[in-house]
């Protein structure tokens, strides 16, 4: 038997979510890729594509297969060595010029107040300031919550599991360089089968994570 589910996610920075940098010397790279939007009452808003969540996913599934006890995982994170493997990981996920998976991960729009820091590039060779190498950091800050919509179409119980394990280590899997955020599932949003419900990983999961 097959199933559909949709899940609301909640994601909350526990960590500072650097979103941008930039100046004379950029040493510093974005946890997440964004674009900013000018919504219709002007205020800015940060716009994060579906694919950035999805490729946190991929990685979670990778580092925690083995646990559901799925061998021959390719490990890899490089999309174009997924191409032609039909492991649980693409299964879910799909890969560049294929399959586009069974797992779809809606864009998300930010709407927190971004900081930004300054900082002063440090010489690695004498410990000292560079002059003039000033660059700056945009970040969300701590506590910053958005939601994230997962839609899941003609899964089986294993892949389902899978999926909801990939969505629990989130909790411990960095985003980007540095980031790191606290997840829980919106139940009150979310549409869950019921026989998913009463499968034992699933059920542990969702008591653990909802909302």
Request: proline fraction near 3%; charge should be positive.
């Amino acid at each position: 038997m097959n199933y559909a589910l949709k899940l609301s996610i909640k994601l909350t920075t526990s960590k500072k979510l650097t979103i941008g940098s930039g100046g004379l010397t950029l040493i510093s790279k974005a946890d997440v890729p964004f674009m900013k939007i000018k919504r219709a009452d002007d205020k800015i808003a940060l716009f994060i594509p579906g694919s950035t969540i999805k490729g946190v996913l991929r990685t979670s599934l990778i580092r925690t297969a083995h646990l559901l006890g799925f061998k021959d995982v390719n490990t890899s994170v490089y999309p174009g060595e997924k191409v032609g493997s039909s492991d649980i990981v693409t299964s879910l996920f799909g890969w560049p010029g294929g399959s586009r998976g069974k797992i779809i991960v809606d864009s998300c729009m930010i709407e927190d107040t971004t900081q930004t820091i300054t900082h002063v590039r440090i010489n690695d060779k004498n410990k000292t300031a560079e002059e003039g190498a000033l660059f700056s950091v945009e970040y969300l800050p701590i506590g910053s919550s958005f939601s994230i919509k997962i839609e899941g179409q003609n899964l089986s119980l294993e892949e389902s599991r899978a999926l909801f394990l990939s969505i629990l280590e989130l909790k411990y899997e960095r985003v980007g360089k540095s980031g790191l955020v606290d997840v829980s599932i919106v139940e009150s949003e979310s549409k869950i089968p019921d026989e998913l419900r009463k499968d034992p990983l699933i059920k542990e999961i969702l008591e653990g994570m909802s909302k």
